[in-house]
């Protein structure tokens, strides 16, 4: 019998705790973010999180503005009945309902963690390029991704390698 499914705002605490529990960065995104709480049968089960993402130039290749383009940051659920197909979804359409002027949303598959981008092609994401794995850099004893570190330094990090 399929849950009873409810998408709705989530507050930062519970995106937070989503995140250190049930996604493998264990960490928030540091940018303006969307938080969406997913719930099936009243129990809380995790969030989608839309942000600005890392990368400040995410527009450029699209002619559009900062403003009308954001990043699908994070999927970050415990045990599910729903496909997370459907509930990125259903979360598309408020983040829209909620943001009308976006007109473009991004999501990276992480392939250093072997992702491949098994959700966005089950939603029917347009498939844009891969890109060579980057190991990233290491930094106090952790693997951090450059955009990552770009984020949090505000700056490009090759400049001192």
């Not at 995104?29 to 969030?47: M, N, Q, R, T, Y």
């Not at 930094?139 to 990090?157: C, F, P």
């Amino acid at each position: 019998m399929p849950a009873n499914l409810k998408i709705s705002f989530a507050t930062f605490e519970s995106a937070k705790f989503a995140v250190e529990h049930w996604h493998y960065s264990k960490s928030m995104p540091s940018a303006k973010s969307v938080k969406f709480g997913v719930w099936e049968s009243g129990k809380f089960k995790g969030v989608v999180i839309f942000s600005l993402g890392a990368n400040r130039h995410i527009a450029d290749p699209y002619g559009l503005k900062q403003e009308e383009v954001c990043e699908l940051t994070r999927i970050a659920m415990q045990s599910h009945e729903t496909p997370v197909s459907r509930i990125v979804a259903i979360s598309l359409k408020l983040l829209k309902k909620s943001n009308p002027g976006l007109k473009l949303v991004i999501s990276y598959a992480d392939l250093d963690r072997g992702h491949e981008g098994k959700i966005y092609q089950a939603g029917g994401w347009l498939f844009e390029k891969i890109c060579a794995k980057d190991r990233g850099i290491i930094v106090k004893g952790r693997l951090r991704h450059r955009r990552t570190l770009n984020s949090i330094y505000n700056t490009n990090i090759e400049q001192y390698l």
